[in-house]
């Protein structure tokens, strides 16, 4: 039984080491802070874009769509990729690897779906705030598992009155430009706490 | 426990190494980049691990593309794969005839 003492001091050594190295390969997927912000951004520019021109021109909500938020989605998409290619670099995932292949082609799939709906509704006349704001919120807590944990409060927060939007069908420039400006507010939060987070983590 | 314990290879058995090898494993592969962000360990100690753990015919390396970059990434060879397994298993044996006697002890105690 003695001998055996130095062994199982190891043993459990080597299940520490282990349980650590889980935690910590686990911990490193975060997507960028500049992710957060840039969506907000993107968001502030195509709602700021379609209010004048809804305003100032009448212009059509589906010349809108066409001409605004089309376009704003692609550049959405095109900063989502350039997120994961940092994260891929950065954390040397390969493309093809299980986890990271997997991940990438699951998630895209779902965003590609989700925008999909999402363009679909608003050219059927959906309330376009409410749209935004659960397309939002899919992204939010979709991407929970690799943002600050206020993400999944964002996402839920928006939800809510997306839910509430859709239903009574309120279709007003004014609530497109409020749903707008929580969808801004939740992703300059998300971002603000991965910087703080990114920071504390050294 | 001691004829177990030495029926496993060497290899595994360095703090370092069994952290690679759990990270790829995790994983499915991983870059030299990657594995020296996670493990924080330099250049030479890293390298020296991964040719040990290649030699022993337990990892396997070839270049992927990364990001946007092309990196060495490495993978578990299917020796490597079982032997990590049968390790873990033999881990969870362990804990559970030490449970078994620390639960014995305290029933002949009572």
Same mark, same amino acid.
């Given at each position: 039984? #003695?001998?055996?003492?130095? #062994?199982?001091?190891?043993?459990?050594?080597?299940?520490?080491?282990?349980?650590?190295?889980?935690? +910590? $390969?686990?911990?490193?997927?975060?997507?960028?802070?500049?992710?957060?912000? &840039?969506?907000?951004?993107?968001? /502030?520019?195509?709602?700021?874009?379609?209010?004048?021109?809804?305003?100032?021109?009448?212009?059509?909500?589906?010349?809108?769509?066409?001409?605004?938020?089309?376009?704003?989605?692609?550049?959405?998409? =095109?900063?989502? =990729?350039?997120?994961? =290619?940092?994260?891929g670099r950065?954390e040397g995932l390969p493309?093809?690897s299980?986890?990271? *292949?997997?991940? %990438?082609?699951?998630?895209? $799939?779902?965003?590609?779906?989700?925008?999909?709906?999402?363009?679909?509704?608003?050219?059927?006349?959906?309330?376009?705030?409410?749209?935004?704001?659960?397309?939002?919120?899919?992204?939010?807590?979709?991407?929970?598992?690799?943002?600050?944990?206020?993400?999944?409060?964002?996402?839920?927060?928006?939800?809510?009155? *997306?839910?509430?939007?859709?239903?009574?069908?309120?279709?007003? !420039?004014?609530?497109?430009?409020?749903?707008?400006?929580?969808?801004?507010?939740?992703?300059?939060? /998300? *971002?603000?706490?991965?910087?703080?987070?990114?920071?504390?983590? *050294? | 426990?001691?004829?177990?314990?030495?029926?496993?290879?060497?290899?595994?058995?360095? +703090?370092?190494?069994?952290?690679? !090898?759990?990270? %790829?494993?995790?994983r499915?592969s991983v870059s030299f980049n990657g594995l020296k962000n996670?493990?924080?360990?330099?250049?030479?100690?890293?390298?020296?691990?991964?040719?040990?753990?290649?030699?022993?015919?337990?990892? &396997?390396k070839?270049k992927q593309?990364t990001g946007?970059t092309v990196q060495t990434v490495y993978?578990?060879?299917?020796?490597?794969? +079982?032997?990590? +397994?049968?390790?873990?298993?033999?881990?969870?044996? !362990?804990?559970?005839?030490?449970?078994?006697? #620390?639960?014995?002890?305290?029933?002949?105690?009572?």
């Amino acid at each position: 039984m #003695d001998t055996e003492a130095p #062994d199982l001091k190891r043993y459990l050594e080597d299940i520490r080491t282990i349980r650590e190295t889980v935690l +910590r $390969g686990e911990d490193r997927l975060h997507v960028p802070a500049w992710f957060f912000l &840039t969506m907000a951004g993107l968001i /502030a520019a195509a709602t700021a874009l379609h209010t004048v021109a809804a305003l100032l021109w009448e212009l059509p909500l589906r010349t809108s769509l066409l001409a605004i938020w089309l376009p704003g989605f692609i550049l959405a998409g =095109v900063a989502e =990729v350039t997120a994961w =290619v940092q994260i891929g670099r950065e954390e040397g995932l390969p493309w093809l690897s299980r986890s990271f *292949g997997r991940f %990438i082609a699951t998630i895209a $799939g779902i965003m590609i779906a989700v925008s999909a709906i999402s363009i679909a509704a608003l050219f059927a006349g959906f309330s376009p705030g409410g749209v935004l704001l659960l397309l939002a919120s899919c992204i939010f807590l979709g991407y929970a598992p690799y943002s600050p944990s206020i993400s999944i409060l964002v996402g839920w927060i928006l939800l809510a009155p *997306g839910l509430a939007l859709l239903v009574a069908s309120i279709t007003s !420039v004014g609530a497109t430009l409020g749903a707008a400006a929580l969808i801004i507010v939740g992703f300059v939060v /998300a *971002g603000i706490a991965e910087q703080r987070g990114r920071r504390d983590d *050294g | 426990m001691g004829d177990l314990y030495t029926r496993f290879d060497q290899t595994f058995f360095e +703090r370092t190494r069994l952290s690679i !090898v759990t990270l %790829i494993d995790q994983r499915g592969s991983v870059s030299f980049n990657g594995l020296k962000n996670i493990l924080g360990a330099t250049d030479g100690a890293l390298f020296s691990h991964l040719g040990k753990l290649i030699d022993a015919g337990y990892v &396997t390396k070839e270049k992927q593309l990364t990001g946007d970059t092309v990196q060495t990434v490495y993978s578990l060879s299917d020796e490597g794969s +079982r032997r990590y +397994r049968e390790y873990l298993a033999f881990l969870q044996d !362990v804990l559970l005839r030490t449970q078994e006697g #620390d639960d014995d002890h305290n029933n002949h105690d009572q």
